[in-house]
């Protein structure tokens, strides 16, 4: 019965947003939306609602990971500006070049002076993305270490979702405090006018979903025409 009820309270917002998806696609605008968070946040929940309401042909879905060889011969911001969309689409990052800053930095994976200097050229790839009119939302989703651990509980106890428990994510865990301190400083550096991080409570995942759509409807939706195009002299003609 609630998950019923979750549904039909977000049908509404999912018909809002793909309305704002139709009209930024028919206007040539994109947007690029970027969920991060700790393990078990809800990213993923999240963007499965997403991509169910919003057309495939103009989105684009991108789950990023530690880079490959290739990746790795190139500079780190690479991979992200290949991912980005092309007018008129929508990429949605599920983490992004975000964990130069998070995972990297904290599991040792870049040297200090390279992740110290990746704030800089985040706020740089950032204001020259939006520069170009792409539309940029930066979400974390915020839970307690208590709501991971409960989360990574259900995951252990149900067959169908012992996947998506893995080591990293028990490493992490015991790593809370240093990626909780790396989190602030991110949060902090990386804050600007063109480019402001949304903070969500995710310890609700049904609130953090219908957080993150209003969310969306009312940054994406700032001054776009939502008017449906208008019918062609032939087309109103074959219809009379």
């Known amino acids: ?85 092309s007018q008129g689409r929508w990429a949605v990052f599920d983490r992004s070049w975000y964990g130069r800053v998070l995972v990297e930095r904290v599991e040792g994976f870049a040297a200090p002076d390279a992740w110290k200097r990746a704030y800089r050229e985040i706020n740089e790839f950032e204001r020259t993305i939006t520069a170009e009119h792409m539309r940029l939302v930066k979400i974390w989703l915020d839970i307690s270490a208590e709501t991971q651990l409960d989360r990574f509980q259900a995951r252990y106890q149900d067959p169908a979702k012992q996947w998506k428990l893995t080591s990293e994510d028990l490493r992490n865990r015991a790593k809370w405090q240093d990626y909780r301190q790396a989190r602030g400083e991110m949060l902090e550096r990386t804050h600007s006018d063109v480019a402001p991080w949304h903070r969500i409570d995710a310890n609700s995942k049904h609130q953090a979903r219908m957080s993150c759509f209003k969310l969306l409807i009312e940054e994406l939706g700032q001054g776009l025409d939502l008017s449906p195009p208008s019918l062609t002299a032939d087309i109103r003609a074959y219809f009379k």
């Open 1 to 85: 019965m609630n998950k019923q009820k979750n549904k039909e309270e977000l049908k509404p917002l999912q018909k809002q947003l793909a309305l704002i998806h139709q009209a930024m696609g028919r206007q040539g605008q994109s947007a690029v939306i970027v969920l991060e968070g700790p393990d078990a946040a809800g990213k993923g929940g999240i963007i499965r609602r997403l991509a169910w309401c919003l057309d495939p042909r103009w989105l684009s879905v991108w789950p990023i990971t530690a880079p490959d060889v290739r990746e790795q011969e190139q500079h780190w911001l690479q991979r992200f500006w290949q991912r980005l969309p």
